[in-house]
């Protein structure tokens, strides 16, 4: 009896050692598959895949209508994706695939493919920094902002050509201009042409405060005709100092009808910005530019003109000067006159000095 309780403990207990580590297996495969297929994951998801050789970062451009294959593809082609693999199989599974966001991407080099796949889902891209200034027309507007943006020169110009379109912000073709206020402006770079001319349509409503407008009716112009005469005076000096000088005196000219007589104005007339001294022969030319031929402010802007200048014509100073002629020192400024025969003075003087260094 004793024995047989022994040998039946020891069946029992065989029984249980021999069931135990096939549970263990179990276990330890499937915690072996799982250790496996979280790392296979880990790799996939944090493994670097842009390579940019010698540069530390750069940028990278997803046009506007691009699908995840010709973002995939466009990578590849730039050597920046070193494992398109592990690319396409994490944009899958976190749905960038049917997300593609067009923009101006900031790619830094070793960036893992998770970190790469959040940025370009996101839509986070880098802004473009802009200076808008020192610009004479519309077609030199459009292809200094072409240069930036992924909107071409020629889509852009056909905008600012469009009457219909500029209506809705009460300018016309002809004084673009008056909606751009000269100055440094951040844009996305897939901003659209007609998103760009909203954005400075805002800008320039910030612009013209409530005071700004003021002064501006104080001397019976409208905001166009305000950025009209200070292109004007922009392109008859450089000398801040001075501007409203020189404002006051077209000021002048303008309550006592007389023609303005501006050089800047038939050098545009002419469009023909080498032209040094402007001569008889050019004031003849039949153009609603020419100042010379056509009483009253030229139909828009000669350029944009910078902020020192539309001040100066909204605090213009006021004075007796009907006329000024550059000084014969050619240092920039200029001789002002209350009376033709002082001007005549003045302009002999500076004739010398241009005859004296064969300018023609």
Request: a positive charge; glycine letters at 4%; one cysteine or more.
């Amino acid at each position: 009896m004793g024995n047989r309780q022994i040998i039946k403990g020891h069946l029992i207990q065989g029984k249980l050692l021999s069931r135990i580590p096939a549970a263990i297996i179990v276990i330890a495969i499937t915690l072996l598959i799982i250790t496996l297929a979280s790392a296979r994951y880990y790799i996939r998801v944090t493994k670097p895949v842009i390579t940019l050789k010698d540069k530390k970062s750069c940028y990278f451009f997803i046009h506007t209508g691009s699908g995840f294959r010709e973002v995939k593809d466009s990578l590849i082609k730039k050597g920046y994706l070193n494992n398109p693999k592990y690319f396409e199989w994490l944009s899958i599974r976190k749905r960038y695939d049917q997300h593609v966001k067009p923009g101006r991407y900031r790619l830094v080099n070793g960036m893992q493919n998770n970190a790469l796949i959040n940025l370009l889902r996101s839509g986070n891209q880098e802004p473009v920094r802009v200076v808008i200034q020192n610009v004479r027309t519309r077609a030199e507007l459009a292809g200094k902002l072409g240069r930036y943006l992924e909107t071409d020169s020629a889509q852009l110009l056909e905008l600012f050509d469009n009457p219909s379109h500029l209506a809705k912000y009460d300018i016309s073709p002809s004084n673009l201009f008056a909606l751009f206020i000269p100055d440094t402006y951040e844009f996305l770079w897939n901003t659209s042409a007609t998103q760009l001319l909203k954005r400075m349509h805002d800008a320039s409503e910030i612009f013209w405060t409530a005071q700004r407008r003021k002064l501006a009716d104080s001397l019976h112009l409208s905001v166009a005709e305000v950025i009209v005469l200070a292109s004007i005076v922009e392109k008859e000096s450089n000398k801040n100092d001075e501007k409203p000088v020189i404002a006051g005196v077209y000021l002048n000219r303008l309550k006592k009808q007389m023609p303005l007589q501006a050089d800047p104005t038939v050098i545009f007339a002419w469009n023909d910005f080498s032209i040094r001294r402007v001569l008889k022969k050019h004031t003849e030319l039949q153009s609603p530019y020419n100042t010379y031929f056509r009483s009253g402010l030229p139909p828009g802007p000669i350029c944009m003109p910078s902020v020192s200048s539309i001040e100066a014509v909204l605090k213009a100073e006021n004075h007796s000067y009907y006329y000024f002629c550059a000084r014969e020192d050619l240092s920039g400024y200029h001789n002002f006159a209350a009376d033709l025969e002082g001007h005549n003075q003045n302009a002999r003087k500076y004739q010398k000095a241009l005859n004296k260094m064969n300018v023609k």
